[in-house]
């Protein structure tokens, strides 16, 4: 029994995450290291890209209105902090990916 995830909840959530991640990754056809790292960097620069677009939507509304700038901001944080969570999920299911199945 684990004292931060007692009732494996949060593993088993991590495993089906992984099952979706390979089994996309097969039917994309990845089935090399290369390809997959090629993979995980292409999902790195599509984050950054979409926290770009995220900060200049918002930075036009910041200028509008200068009394929501907190909520704004909030906003903006709260998508950058789930784009490397998100980022960080991915590029760990492909390592696995490429240590279990084409290793």
Do not use: C
């Amino acid at each position: 029994m684990k004292l931060n995830d007692p009732f494996g909840r949060l593993e088993s959530r991590h495993q089906l995450g992984y099952e979706a991640m390979r089994d996309t990754l097969h039917n994309s056809g990845i089935d090399t290291p290369q390809a997959a790292q090629e993979f995980i960097n292409k999902s790195k620069k599509r984050g950054l890209k979409f926290i770009g677009l995220v900060i200049v939507l918002l930075l036009p509304l910041i200028l509008l209105l200068p009394k929501a700038m907190p909520v704004t901001i909030s906003l903006a944080l709260f998508f950058v902090v789930w784009v490397f969570k998100s980022n960080i999920s991915a590029q760990s299911y492909i390592q696995r990916y490429i240590d279990e199945d084409l290793k």
